[in-house]
């Protein structure tokens, strides 16, 4: 099937006459979410049905394999000549920006549990199913103190900023993370094991260092926080956990999805790795608003 990668309709396979029109019928309608989408991902320009139909397949059209497809949109949305607002953010150190961090990814981190539970429960393969339960341990519970939580290391950052422990647990996620949370679950809930690994774990190519061999203009942050004397050693901590671990895994997932993909299974792996690579683009938005509501208290 094909699907809208913003509201989830569904189309006949390669269909793209028909989502053409879809969005130009929602465009007329004035939905901002579809015309958002066009704007950041195919044109701002007005265009007939069938310009905007090869416009998407050529969009959609897979040359070198899955894994290469998402880390190439992945790079152009979040780390290309235009990085994200949270991506210029973190070019410097700004306790302002890492407390939002830390509040909103709490939910994040959550919710990845959760996702990742999924995929174990959907797949009987050994190799899958392994993986992603070293990623729970590794996100929520951890291997003793030597070896704390990915969990545990985000809120001692958070402490280290003067965040209190109960107030990141307790507060609730701003609308933007909620409505992440919220697709999150459902493409969980609801799509196949595959499609859900690669709508997460594409995730992970956020903080991965080998993105500039893929074009990306811009790091997570800036290497240099991690040697800078003004920040404190749980923030270093915590950042450099996600600059060592994440290169491995977001390939090794995007491996698994590339081995065992089926023809078949492509258009839903795209169709929940746009719609995730959305949410994570608004809930990036998220730390920031709330690293200016945590700045002016």
């Known amino acids: 099937m094909t699907f809208c990668p913003v509201c989830g309709l569904k189309f006949h396979s390669g269909d793209y006459r028909m989502l053409a029109e879809h969005f130009i019928e929602q465009s007329r ?17 007005l265009m007939k049905a069938e310009d905007l139909m090869f416009s998407l397949m050529a969009f959609y059209h897979i040359s070198g394999g ?7 949109d992945f790079v152009k949305r979040f780390r290309g000549d235009s990085p994200h607002p949270f991506i210029l953010a973190m070019q410097q150190y700004d306790p302002e920006v890492i407390r939002g961090y830390v509040v909103e990814h709490h939910h994040f981190l959550k919710q990845w549990i959760r996702s990742c539970s999924y995929v174990i429960a959907k797949t009987e393969l050994d190799d899958v199913q392994s993986y992603e339960l070293e990623n729970i341990m590794t996100e929520l519970h951890g291997y003793g103190a030597s070896e704390p939580s990915h969990h545990e290391l985000l809120i001692r950052m958070g402490e ?13 996620p701003l609308r ?52 800078d004397s003004r920040v404190p050693a749980a923030v270093k901590a915590f950042l450099m956990e996600g600059y060592e671990a994440d290169v491995s895994h977001s390939y090794v997932a995007l491996d698994f999805v590339e081995k065992y993909a089926e023809n078949e299974d492509i258009e839903e792996i795209q169709y929940a ?13 998220a730390r920031l608003e709330r690293g200016v509501m945590l700045g002016n208290k």
Do not use: C
Not at 66 to 72: A, R, V
């Open 176 to 227: 933007q993370t909620a409505e992440a949370v919220k697709i999150w679950n459902e493409l969980a809930a609801s799509g196949s094991w595959i499609s859900t690994m690669a709508a997460m774990h594409s995730l992970e190519l956020i903080a991965n260092r080998d993105l500039s061999t893929h074009g990306a203009k811009y790091a997570y942050f800036n290497p240099s926080i991690l040697s």
């Open 160 to 172: 280290s900023l003067g965040l209190e422990r109960n107030f990141i647990l307790a507060e609730k």
């Open 273 to 285: 790795y746009l719609r995730s690579a959305g949410a994570f683009s608004d809930y990036l938005e």
């Open 66 to 72: 899955i894994k290469k497809w998402i880390i190439n």
């Open 29 to 45: 309608l004035s939905d901002f979410r579809h015309v958002s989408w066009l704007n950041r991902n195919i044109s701002k320009n």
